[in-house]
């Protein structure tokens, strides 16, 4: 094989996918799962993509219908597909594109070893693959996810704590449900738990961090959210040119429309670039018991035992774990090494474009170090400073591609971009969007030369 490719979530197949479009190289991928998909085939049945499906999946194949929603707090909007859509999209590409190239083996319930073997989990059996050219690393993305975590709190074995997978079988038999967890999962069981008929009053939320989201509105594609989403886009450019700290580049990004806050009387302390909608957000604050405390440590049949105070329990309460951490920060890494490819954001959070532009990458190129150049990875973002950190390197990728034939045309023609097919096809007789255009160029050039401002600032609040 020319590529053993290690993990089938979506990282290991848009990378595969883009490879298999754009070479005559051979591959096997290894995953320890049943199935592929990654993460997804254990999330719970609720869950649904933070964007629209659009961005989602590989190159090759859509993701969804391009559908919109009807009713509910999303209505207008671009669908978001869910855990069983995705999974399903994953087992057909799979079966339908991958395998029948007679280019790629797959190998599930199975691990690599350290001394390079592949051993099947189930038999205990160990297979050898030469690896012609590198072996592909799509595992740095693993989701820490409810169903497979470890808690990092103790419960009361008499108390129900379930994870979120566990709640449409088992809130029935219940009168009141704590959900712990301020994130995209704590938000999603909050909101399934409203939307099936739960009074507001019966629901506590335990929320250790307020975050700053980003507004769903201002990320959508197609013709009718074309002018606007541009326009954000530029806002947000000037808003970091602006800026003169992590806070006041917040702010600004809320007076912009392009960030939200559920409570807008606290000041988020987090930034995990989760997108919500105006809509959403209405329907949480109808919960009125928020816990702000810090993080549980503790459950007990009478108390809640928290970081800042211990509060006490409710009767018949189902606790729902939403404690998870989901993308944990890892230390970046060169993402293109002898002999190894460590599949990383090179935009953040548009992972299945970048593992596909990798790919692309890595056929365009025939040294690492010039590969190295095009592929900076992004970090993931805990808070509002780790996202200006990310942004030196994202706005780095964009600029040296745009300056790159090959990169360059590549995106222009890409549906995991989003939005650069469409403004390749604008009008040039079209005054108006070819100004907007010129906007986005000299708003990301006034950003890109702010940004060592904005980084000394908050190096100097730091060490205060």
């Known amino acids: 094989m020319d590529y053993l490719i290690v993990g089938a979530g979506i990282s290991g197949l848009a990378f595969a996918d883009a490879l298999l479009s754009r070479s005559d190289a051979t591959m096997a991928i290894i995953d320890m799962r049943d199935a592929p998909g990654g993460h997804w085939n254990d999330a719970y049945p609720f869950v649904k993509l933070h964007q629209p499906s659009s961005f989602y999946g590989v190159e090759s194949r859509p993701l969804g219908s391009d559908a919109r929603d009807r009713e509910g707090p999303n209505a207008?909007?671009?669908?978001?597909?869910?855990?069983?859509?995705?999974?399903?999209?994953?087992?057909?590409?799979?079966?339908?594109?991958?395998?029948?190239?007679?280019?790629?083996?797959?190998?599930?319930?199975a691990r690599v070893e350290a001394d390079g073997t592949v051993r099947h989990l189930l038999s205990g059996a160990r297979t050898h693959i030469a690896v012609r050219r590198k072996r592909v690393d799509a595992t740095r993305y693993t989701n820490s996810i409810p169903l497979t975590h470890r808690r990092g709190f103790?419960?009361?074995?008499?108390?129900?704590?379930?994870?979120?997978?566990?709640?449409?079988?088992?809130?029935?038999?219940?009168?009141?449900?704590?959900?712990?967890?301020?994130?995209k999962t704590g938000m999603d069981s909050c909101l399934w738990l409203l939307e099936g008929g739960v009074a507001p009053d019966r629901i506590r939320w335990v929320v250790p961090r307020d975050q700053w989201f980003v507004n769903r509105a201002r990320i959508q594609p197609g013709e009718d959210f074309f002018d606007d989403a541009l326009e954000g886009f530029v806002q947000g450019r000037e808003d970091i040119a602006a800026a003169t700290s992590a806070i006041d580049l917040a702010l600004r990004h809320e007076r912009s429309g392009l960030w939200l806050r559920l409570d807008p009387r606290?000041?988020?302390?987090?930034?995990?670039?989760?997108?919500?909608?105006?809509?959403?957000?209405?329907?949480?604050?109808?919960?009125?018991?928020?816990?702000?405390?810090?993080?549980?440590?503790?459950?007990?049949?009478?108390?809640?035992?928290?970081e800042r105070g211990s509060i006490e329990a409710r009767t018949g309460t189902l606790y729902v774990?939403?404690?998870?951490?989901?993308?944990?920060?890892?230390?970046?890494?060169?993402?293109?090494?002898?002999?190894?490819?460590?599949?990383?954001?090179?935009?953040?959070?548009?992972?299945?474009?970048?593992?596909?532009?990798?790919?692309?990458?890595?056929?365009?190129?025939?040294?690492?170090?010039?590969?190295?150049?095009?592929?900076?990875?992004?970090?993931?973002?805990?808070?509002?400073?780790?996202?200006?950190?990310?942004?030196?390197?994202?706005?780095?990728?964009?600029?040296?591609?745009?300056?790159?034939?090959?990169?360059?045309?590549?995106?222009?023609?890409?549906?995991?971009?989003?939005?650069?097919?469409?403004?390749?096809?604008?009008?040039?007789a079209d005054a108006s969007r070819q100004a907007l255009l010129r906007r986005v160029r000299q708003s990301t050039e006034a950003a890109y030369g702010n940004l060592p401002r904005l980084l000394d600032a908050i190096t100097a609040a730091s060490a205060e």
């Open 76 to 109: 207008g909007f671009h669908s978001l597909a869910g855990g069983p859509e995705i999974t399903g999209y994953c087992h057909a590409l799979m079966r339908d594109r991958l395998l029948p190239s007679g280019r790629v083996h797959y190998l599930p319930r």
């Open 154 to 183: 103790a419960a009361a074995e008499d108390l129900a704590c379930i994870p979120p997978n566990d709640l449409p079988r088992m809130a029935a038999n219940f009168t009141n449900f704590t959900v712990l967890g301020g994130g």
């Open 266 to 306: 606290r000041l988020p302390e987090m930034f995990h670039a989760a997108h919500v909608s105006e809509g959403e957000l209405a329907v949480l604050r109808q919960i009125e018991d928020v816990v702000r405390l810090g993080r549980v440590y503790a459950i007990d049949p009478n108390r809640l035992h928290l």
């Open 321 to 428: 774990d939403c404690t998870a951490s989901a993308l944990a920060p890892v230390p970046a890494e060169p993402v293109f090494q002898s002999g190894r490819i460590v599949l990383q954001a090179i935009r953040f959070p548009q992972i299945p474009f970048s593992a596909a532009y990798l790919a692309v990458v890595e056929t365009a190129f025939e040294e690492d170090v010039e590969k190295n150049r095009f592929a900076a990875p992004v970090p993931v973002t805990t808070t509002v400073e780790d996202y200006i950190r990310g942004l030196v390197p994202d706005l780095d990728n964009r600029l040296r591609a745009a300056g790159e034939p090959r990169l360059r045309e590549w995106i222009r023609q890409s549906r995991l971009d989003g939005f650069a097919r469409q403004a390749a096809q604008v009008d040039p």
